[in-house]
């Protein structure tokens, strides 16, 4: 990986552009990660310097995503997981949460960054009991998106999808609603929905502040949404306890006691019923 970005308008091979910023990158640079360019780093110092709890949002929502799967592959008996939106490997990627629970979940992991791509297929191995696979396709073609997974996942049979910090990049709310009700339409009775994104509730200005130098600077716009916005993504479908709630306070360790800090970003799980 490059230290300094290629002169702009230039790609690698693969059509990674290493002078655009980019949310899977910058995402990856706030966790600890190296997977991120000269770029990436300038945009999310600049962010965390207006809204330094972003990192803390970053941890949080990792969190959320361990403990969902975790929840999804033991006590719901979910085996099969739609991760759109994956992001750059990290600790406790979704396949590994799911077959360090169940050894023969199988996985599809989708995104349309042709870095996060290059990285989970050479990093992201599942057990030889399961199947991990990854799609390139964007989540605005739903139709795209279910076509590929078939050939993996039994759509006649439950699945988890997962959609972490993701809608937000549809920012017209309707639009993120109709692809997120098309996605699961398509799935069965007993499949479940996790959803984790921005809020503007807890310290709204700031954020909205940072996410102004990202929409100036990245690739890709995001909006943050209301709480109760967030909950219309599960309308239809029965929510598990504690319904949507900042990420820290759903379903915390209880080895971590005093974790269940208030964060901005929201999240919640529900089963299609």
Not at 7 to 33: D, F, K, T
Not at 143 to 157: E, P, Q, V, W, Y
Not at 201 to 213: L, T
């Amino acid at each position: 990986m490059p230290d300094a970005p290629l002169p702009s308008g230039q790609e690698q091979p693969g059509g990674i552009n290493s002078s655009v910023a980019h949310s899977a990158r910058i995402w990856n640079y706030w966790l600890g990660g190296k997977d991120n360019y000269t770029i990436d780093r300038e945009i999310g110092d600049q962010f965390s310097a207006i809204f330094p709890e972003i990192a803390d949002i970053a941890r949080s929502s990792r969190g959320f995503l361990a403990r969902a799967v975790r929840y999804l592959a033991g006590e719901a008996g979910i085996r099969q997981f739609l991760d759109i939106g994956t992001g750059l490997p990290s600790v406790d990627n979704t396949h590994e949460v799911a077959q360090r629970v169940a050894p023969d979940a199988r996985v599809v992991y989708v995104d349309n960054d042709p870095l996060v791509l290059a990285h989970a297929r050479a990093l992201l191995v599942g057990t030889p009991e399961g199947s991990t696979e990854y799609i390139d396709s964007d989540l605005r073609d739903p139709d795209r998106i279910l076509k590929a997974a078939s050939r993996t996942l039994d759509l006649s049979r439950p699945v988890g999808l997962v959609l972490m910090n993701i809608l937000g990049h549809v920012t017209d709310l309707a639009q993120a609603r109709a692809v997120v009700g098309h996605l699961m339409g398509a799935l069965p009775r007993g499949s479940y929905l996790a959803v984790a994104d921005g809020t503007n509730v807890v310290k709204g200005p700031e954020f909205e502040a940072a996410i102004a130098v990202w929409n100036r600077e990245g690739s890709t716009p995001y909006t943050l949404r209301s709480p109760d916005e967030i909950a219309l993504f599960f309308d239809g479908l029965a929510l598990v306890e504690p319904g949507v709630v900042s990420c820290p306070r759903w379903r915390p360790d209880p080895v971590l006691p005093g974790a269940e800090h208030e964060v901005d970003e929201f999240c919640g799980l529900a089963r299609k019923p």
